[in-house]
């Protein structure tokens, strides 16, 4: 069994709803032991079997058929969030403003390059492996940075949440492995 932190990108917002009870039964009938959530954004901690990027497509599909729209998944290891929660490379002055976005994989070079092009006012950005780190200079609800056109960009799908979330999710993993 391996510990995975589990992320569904755009739920419980614009119409597409993923209630998370229902969401903890979806995720235990593929084989998730152990599974918790954490608000109500479409994140878990669950142990599985097998390839994780094999469950990660078996979700998207579950989801699909059961509540009828199609959204991606990304999932990391505890440790893979530590890594990037150590390698946010900006300032960290609320860490409501800084995020994490999950990449499905690693944008090409090309397409990095094809997303500097992408307005940024005061806003930062950078990818790092698999991961796009973000920091809003006023909040993402005022960002001068328009995610959605970043990610098109780099060519992948992402799903972002902000650096409290992350750390709170390294902590309920960890704590969850005995490893508190």
């Known amino acids: 069994m391996v510990q995975r932190i589990l992320f569904v990108r755009a739920v ?12 903890r039964k979806l995720l ?3 084989g998730g032991t152990a599974v918790r959530t954490y608000i109500a954004s479409g994140n878990a901690i669950l142990d ?3 390839d994780p990027d094999e469950f990660d497509r078996q979700v998207e599909k579950a989801i699909t058929e059961r509540f009828g729209y199609r ?10 969030l530590r890594a990037a929660l150590a390698a946010h490379p900006f300032e960290v002055v609320d860490e409501r403003f800084s995020y994490v ?3 499905l994989s690693e944008p090409t070079p090309a397409s990095v390059l094809a997303a500097a092009d992408v307005p940024t006012g005061d806003d930062r ?6 991961e796009l780190h973000l920091r809003y200079a006023a909040g993402a609800g005022r960002a001068a940075l328009n995610q959605e056109s970043l990610t098109k960009r780099l060519g992948v799908p992402a799903t972002a949440r902000n650096l409290r979330t992350v750390r709170a ?12």
């Not at 990304?74 to 440790?79: A, E, G, Q």
């Not at 950005?125 to 698999?130: E, K, L, N, S």
Request: glycine share 14%.
């Open 12 to 23: 419980n917002v614009g119409g597409a709803a993923l209630p998370m009870g229902e969401f």
């Open 71 to 80: 959204r991606e998944v990304m999932s990391r290891t505890v440790d893979e």
């Open 169 to 180: 999710l390294v902590e309920l993993a960890a704590s969850a492995d005995g490893r508190a």
């Open 101 to 103: 976005s999950f990449l």
């Open 48 to 50: 599985i079997d097998g």
């Open 125 to 130: 950005w950078q990818v790092i492996g698999r």
């Open 28 to 30: 235990e009938g593929l």
